[in-house]
Structure formats: structure tokens, C-alpha cells
């Protein structure tokens, strides 16, 4: 793209309808065709399967499941990075496949899980965080200068690092020229993909409460996917629990994670372990392992391993049915 020294502002894009979520997803789902050789038959791996979620502005909305449940795949289609096989996604309540990639990338920003990995380990602190800018020819040299120094501060990293490389930061100050990258296009929806998970548990709290003070600041939504239910219960206002790419559970964060519905959910809450010395190591009861996701099972797909299994749990499919203030996908509730 053709750069304009002239161009000083973010450009400006259509202001959204406060009245329509920020994010929505109807019945979207993503194929993947795998095979195991060159010479094998490709076989379909259903990867995000007929989810339908309503993320609305200025709340944190985490998505938790096992590795392998679609959520990273979920993630890079509301980025507009993968396009659904099925169904559509809305930003701003326009249909994304119709949106110039421009525009999403204004409105939408990532933060990915390792640090190290997501930045350009030959550019300086001041190149990574400015790109954006310099990809969308926003503003003059100084004006970047400027803004890149704001959001440093912003991010609690000191000035005299904006010269260096990614190798001379922590992992923790690696993090947080990420979020600083991810907010200098000033955009509305940050979507987080495990952005404590690579880092020390000291310096998981720290970019938490970043995270959380920087929501606040500006106004922002945060898609957040995580396997770390006690991540989740310090952020999260709305929770959605995928299993095997289905969206099998969603409610108020601290409705599902202190009253969970579904086996599955309380499944992964009896996982968790706890600081208590007295209560010793959680029970697993999960059942055998995890099934082939290239060969699912019929019915329930949770039904190999659930321990509440019933009558038709191995031959028909639950609906996603409001219980309470929630919805569930599970026979016990239908």
C-alpha cells in the first residue's frame, strides 16, 4: 500500500451501532480436509462446528475447552483470518466476508500466545509496535515516534527500550509490546489467544491486570481464549465452552464456572487444581481419551467419556437449549 506522509489520524472508519453486538457469529462452522499421507484419501475434520455466539461491546468473552476444541479456529475467523465453511460472522452487523480487510484490521486486533514468536525478532520495539501505521500510511515519522512512546507507557514499558530487539525483553515486556502493537490502531475488539500461557505465573498476573486496567481505559471488548479457567474467572464476564467444535455450554462467567451444567464443564472444574494442601489432587472424570476428531462419535460427542450417560446420549444429537439464564447442549437438560 502506497504510503501518505500527509496522513497524520487514524482513517477514519464507519462508527459502529452501539445497539449491535460488536462480534456475532450465526451457525458458523469450519472444515478442514486432512490426510494422513499422499497418497491417503483426504478425510473432513469439522474444526468449529455450527456455533452461534453474540459478543456484545465493552465485555470480556472468554471461550475455554481442552487443546484441539476449535477455539483457536474460531479466534482466526472473527480476526477475518479464515473464512467459515458454513454460517456467517458480523462485525459491527455487516457480514466480515464483506469488509475490506483494511477495516477489520482497524476494528479488529490480536494477541497472540507466544510473544517471541509473534514479533519480528530483526525489528526494533519502535518498527514492531509502529507497522500497523506504516502499513496503513497513518502519520509522519515523528507522529509514530510519538504514539509508539505513548502506548510504551501505556504498557508499563520504559522508553529506553524502543530501540531494542525482542531477544533483549522478557517474556512478560515481549507480551506487552504485543498488546501495545495490538492497541495503536486503536481498535474496538482485541481478541486474546492464550496470552499468559507462555509466560511465568509471577508475570501472568501482571499482564492480566494490564489487560483488565487497559479494557477499562478504552472502552474495549475482549474476546479471550483460554484453557485456564482460573484466568478466565479473573476476567471473563460471559463464558462459552467448546468440545470437539461445539459450542456445548454459555453463560454468565461466574454462574458457569461456580454452578457448571454440563458434565463436560464440571468435568473441567473438578480438573482444576487448587492452592488447599488438605483437598490433595483433583479427580479426573473424563473417562477414556479424547476421540478422533477425523471420526466423532454419533450422537453426543462428549458420550465416550461422560459419566452421567443416558439412554439416546450415543445416538441423537442435544440441542443447544436455554436452562436458566444459560444455554446447554446436553440430553440431561432436554
Known amino acids: 500500500m502506497k504510503n501518505d506522509s500527509s496522513k497524520s ?28 499421507s499422499i497418497l491417503s484419501s483426504k478425510k473432513p475434520l469439522r474444526a468449529v462446528d455450527d456455533v452461534s455466539l453474540k459478543i456484545n461491546r465493552g465485555q470480556v468473552f472468554a471461550v475455554v475447552g481442552e487443546s484441539g476444541c476449535g477455539k483457536t479456529t ?21 457480514p466480515i466476508s464483506e469488509v475490506d480487510s ?13 510473544p517471541y514468536s509473534s514479533l519480528n525478532p530483526r525489528k526494533t520495539i519502535e518498527s514492531i509496535i509502529s507497522l500497523p501505521l506504516r502499513v496503513h500510511g497513518i502519520g509522519t515519522k515523528e ?32 507480551q506487552r509490546v504485543a498488546i501495545a502493537r495490538a492497541l495503536i490502531m486503536e481498535p474496538g475488539i482485541i481478541v486474546c489467544d492464550e496470552p499468559t500461557s507462555a509466560l511465568d505465573v509471577s508475570v501472568q498476573a501482571h499482564i492480566l ?9 478504552f472502552n474495549l471488548t475482549y474476546i479471550f481464549i483460554s484453557h ?25 462467567a461466574t454462574e458457569v464456572l461456580r454452578n457448571p451444567l454440563h458434565p463436560y464443564t464440571q468435568a473441567l472444574m473438578e480438573s482444576v487444581l487448587t492452592p488447599d494442601p ?10 477414556r481419551g479424547l476421540p478422533n476428531p477425523l471420526d466423532p462419535p454419533s450422537g453426543c460427542s462428549f458420550h465416550p467419556r461422560c459419566s452421567k450417560i443416558k439412554d439416546g446420549c450415543d445416538s441423537r444429537l442435544p440441542s443447544l437449549l436455554p436452562e436458566s439464564d444459560r444455554l446447554v447442549e446436553c440430553h440431561l437438560y432436554n
Open 9 to 36: 489520524e487514524i482513517q477514519s472508519v464507519s462508527k459502529p451501532n452501539e445497539e449491535l453486538p460488536a462480534l456475532e457469529c450465526k451457525n458458523v462452522g469450519r472444515t478442514f480436509m486432512i490426510g494422513k
Open 74 to 94: 474460531l479466534a482466526r475467523m472473527l480476526l477475518g483470518l479464515l473464512e467459515p465453511t458454513d454460517g456467517a460472522i458480523y462485525l459491527d452487523g455487516q
Open 102 to 114: 483494511d477495516v477489520i484490521s482497524q476494528k479488529v486486533q490480536p494477541v497472540f500466545q507466544d
Open 143 to 174: 507522529s509514530m515516534l510519538e504514539r509508539v512512546s505513548e502506548l510504551m507507557r501505556l504498557v508499563g514499558l520504559p522508553n529506553r527500550l524502543i530501540h531494542s530487539y525482542p531477544n533483549q525483553l522478557s517474556g512478560g515486556q515481549r
Open 209 to 217: 491486570n494490564l489487560l483488565k486496567d487497559l479494557k477499562d481505559r
Open 228 to 252: 485456564d479457567l482460573a484466568v478466565v474467572e479473573h476476567l471473563a464476564d460471559w463464558v462459552a465452552v467448546m468440545y470437539l467444535g461445539r459450542l456445548i455450554e454459555f453463560g454468565p
Open 278 to 287: 488438605h483437598k490433595g489432587l483433583p479427580e479426573i472424570t473424563f473417562g
